[in-house]
Structures are given as structure tokens and as C-alpha cells.
């Protein structure tokens, strides 16, 4: 999400500035699991998630969409899980 400017110059001794608008694209949310096995190499699950600020579009990760996360992970990885959580309220909600 950074602007599309590679390179830049100005006159010695003058700090370069590169002017970009600030809207950007929208917000970028990110789930993710390291799975560890004994014995096997981790592997990292992500699932992203991009919000541009649309009438009615959702912004972050919903119960479902954690849910459907957790469960797609668990048929892959064909074993027990172990969460770590922090206090997010859809981390800690009763259908979690």
C-alpha cells in the first residue's frame, strides 16, 4: 500500500520530498496460523482480507470468517489444534 514512486531526486543538500495523495487503496486485515508439527517443517496459513470503505462492506474479520479459517486449516493439517488468543471479542465470543 505504498505509492507507485521508485526513485527520486533533488539538489545537493535538499532533502527529496515525493508528494502522493493520501487515500490509498483501502485497509488490508490479515489472519493467520504457524503450524508446528514434531518431526516436520512449520508452515505459515494466512487468509487476508481487503476493505475500501464501500456502503456496507464488512472491515474486519468476522466470527465466520474465523470459523471457516480454523476449520479449512484443520482438514488440511489432518490434526489437533492449539490456539493462542488475545481478547478480541470475536476471539472470545461463545460460537468461538
Given at each position: 500500500m505504498r505509492?507507485?514512486?521508485?526513485?527520486?531526486?533533488?539538489?545537493r543538500g535538499h532533502t527529496p520530498v515525493v508528494e502522493v495523495s493520501g487515500k490509498g487503496s483501502g485497509r488490508v486485515s490479515i489472519a493467520g496460523l504457524v503450524c508446528l508439527k514434531p518431526g516436520q517443517r512449520?508452515?505459515?496459513m494466512w487468509r487476508t482480507r481487503l476493505h475500501r470503505g464501500r456502503t456496507g462492506e464488512r472491515?474486519?474479520?468476522?466470527?465466520?470468517?474465523?470459523?471457516?479459517?480454523?476449520?479449512?486449516?484443520?482438514?488440511?493439517?489432518?490434526?489437533?489444534?492449539?490456539?493462542?488468543?488475545?481478547?478480541l471479542n470475536t476471539h472470545v465470543s461463545r460460537r468461538m
Open positions: 505509492p507507485p514512486v521508485a526513485k527520486t531526486w533533488a539538489r512449520g508452515r505459515l472491515g474486519s474479520f468476522s466470527e465466520d470468517d474465523y470459523i471457516a479459517f480454523l476449520d479449512q486449516t484443520h482438514q488440511r493439517l489432518q490434526a489437533p489444534m492449539v490456539l493462542i488468543w488475545d481478547n
